[in-house]
């Protein structure tokens, strides 16, 4: 099973730059979010999905964008790179099971550097 | 934004010894959910709790919903070297869409 399937694993960015985070799952979940890590830090909630058509933000999204036009994809643009936005990006997805919150997976995130 | 305050922050133990971790909060959860990052990897979900006073076991590894909801514990027995990484606590509310997550514990084994 693939799960949570992001891309690229590594990308160097010069300030400036763009570039879209790619972020598929396979398991059929209508749930989807883009966190970022910074080093030695917590995550942090950039953007969310709860199905196709319907995306919100979270705590940090200010020079992000995402979009949601299929269940399985959710990509992350960054449409003009900074320093700041230097970290590790992990998509994640979950389906909801009624009344009781269904767990969230992982994938095995994204190394930005912006130079 | 609502936090989720996780202690101890970091842990340096020796192989063998039993580890503790918890996650409170001033705010009622009805989930709450412990994982764990290897460094380079994404969160795996070690233990998912569902019902408050809930205590749930994965291997060595023992997770308890406090009984007030607004905290958690999880405790690792008898650590090995492959205990090493980050636990992340994370709680969420009836009806939210999102989970709120703690600051995490790092926790080192000396061999």
């Known amino acids: 099973n693939a799960g949570v399937t992001q891309t690229p694993k590594f990308r160097i960015l010069k300030i400036g730059q763009s570039m879209t985070l790619q972020c598929a799952q396979d398991?059929?979940?209508?749930?989807m979010y883009w966190y970022r890590q910074d080093p030695g830090m917590g995550l942090k909630l950039i953007y969310y999905s709860v199905g196709a058509g319907i995306t919100d933000k979270g705590e940090v999204p200010n020079g992000y964008n995402v979009s949601r036009s299929t269940t399985e994809d959710f990509p992350l643009r960054l449409e003009l790179a900074a320093p700041s936005q230097t970290s590790v990006y992990f998509c994640?997805?979950?389906?909801?099971?009624?009344?009781?919150?269904?767990?969230?997976?992982f994938g095995e995130g994204s190394r930005l550097t912006v130079l | 934004g609502q936090q989720l305050n996780q202690s101890p922050q970091s842990m340096f133990i020796q192989e063998g010894e039993d580890v503790s971790m918890n996650c409170t909060s001033s705010?009622?959860?009805?989930?709450w959910l412990w994982y764990k990052q290897d460094p380079g990897e994404g969160p795996v979900l070690l233990i998912a709790l569902y019902k408050a006073g809930e205590l749930t076991s994965n291997g060595r590894l023992t997770a308890q919903f406090g009984i007030t909801r607004k905290d958690s514990f999880l405790n690792i027995s008898a650590s090995i070297p492959s205990d090493v990484g980050i636990y992340f606590c994370a709680g969420q509310q009836q009806g939210a869409q999102k989970l709120v997550f703690g600051q995490g514990t790092r926790l080192t084994i000396n061999p």
């Open positions: 398991m059929n979940h209508n749930y």
């Open positions: 994640a997805s979950k389906r909801d099971r009624g009344g009781n919150t269904g767990e969230l997976f």
């Open positions: 705010s009622i959860f009805n989930t």
